[in-house]
């Protein structure tokens, strides 16, 4: 985008001469040449917006991640992209189970996720091993099922409703059942996901519903070492000018189930809550800090309410401002 937007200046400041050009010297060939190269230009930005435009269609739903990292490799050996359903394995395994022994939950960070790495055991290659699931190379069908994206069979990686995503439920359960979890579709409504207000997954109501249970593969929770939750909240409040949105109870009850500490702190925020930087809407639509989960596989930062809230009870701020105080 960069890059498009410096053309573009350099192409303006030639239109403007090859049009003095044209007013002093009534040559009009110069002008027609710039005129060229603007449509050019434009012509390109257009195909190259529209092509990230389909690409991102498919991180439309929070659940789902796209990997596409050299496209022009994958076009070269005639892969499609990778449509990873983050959403069937939340269902199936605790976000300790990858994060952060196999991805770190930073999604910025730049590990090689290449195929002759999986096939050594690591990242997907760690489940992936034709024991625990199908094998990242058994098979080219297997290949297909991951390299997905823009091909026929990518909407079985989507959450769709009604008969489709009973057909994908039924399989996931299973699944858990095979690898010591459970999932039992019958236990929601109407044999669907619940879904929020904007069409997401609603994962609370979800949990509440008692539908299934995670497995953990977390080293330290398979020896009983699992790391005690946190109970504690934290209050997030707002400038003066948002007073109107209410502050952020942010509550660890909710957050820590099945994600060690480690997870967040020091990776996306500071072990001492005092030496934490402070951050904004802007950045967590960037994917930092909340956005890392949020807009992503958790629930869209547009649901504001969500977190921001103008309902806290005065005993509930006390309690609040009080477990703070004390950590």
Not at 144 to 163: L, R
Not at 171 to 194: C, E, H, M, N, Q
Not at 216 to 241: W, Y
Request: aromatic share 8%.
């Amino acid at each position: 985008l960069r890059e498009f937007d410096e053309r573009m200046e350099l192409l303006d400041i030639a239109n403007a001469l090859a049009s003095m050009h044209k007013h002093w010297n009534y040559d009009e060939e110069p002008l027609k040449l710039v005129e060229a190269a603007i449509k050019k230009e434009v012509a390109k930005e257009r195909a190259r917006t529209a092509e990230a435009a389909k690409w991102a269609s498919y991180e439309k739903f929070p659940g789902n991640v796209l990997y596409r990292t050299d496209p022009a490799k994958l076009k070269s050996v005639g892969v499609a992209p990778v449509l990873f359903a983050h959403w069937k394995h939340r269902l199936l395994y605790e976000c300790s189970a990858c994060h952060d022994s196999l991805f770190k939950i930073d999604r910025s960070s730049r590990d090689p996720k290449r195929p002759s790495v999986m096939h050594q055991g690591a990242y997907c290659g760690a489940c992936h091993d034709s024991v625990t699931a199908f094998g990242i190379a058994d098979s080219k069908e297997n290949c297909n099922a991951c390299h997905s994206a823009g091909t026929a069979t990518d909407k079985a990686q989507i959450y769709a409703s009604g008969p489709e995503q009973r057909t994908v439920l039924n399989k996931i359960g299973l699944k858990a059942t095979s690898i010591g979890g459970s999932f039992d579709p019958v236990r929601l409504k109407d044999g669907l996901l619940p879904v929020n207000r904007f069409g997401n997954i609603d994962w609370v109501a979800l949990k509440k519903s008692g539908a299934y249970k995670q497995v953990s593969t977390a080293k330290k929770m398979a020896e009983g070492k699992k790391e005690a939750a946190r109970t504690s909240s934290i209050l997030f409040e707002v400038p003066d000018t948002a007073s109107w949105i209410g502050p952020v109870p942010f509550r660890h009850r909710s957050h820590t189930p099945g994600i060690e500490c480690a997870t967040c702190h020091a990776s996306l925020y500071g072990k001492d809550l005092k030496a934490a930087k402070g951050f904004t809407m802007q950045e967590m639509a960037k994917g930092e800090s909340c956005g890392t989960c949020h807009n992503r596989v958790a629930f869209k930062l547009a649901d504001c309410m969500r977190c921001h809230t103008n309902s806290l009870s005065e005993e509930e701020l006390k309690s609040i401002l009080k477990r703070n105080k004390a950590e």
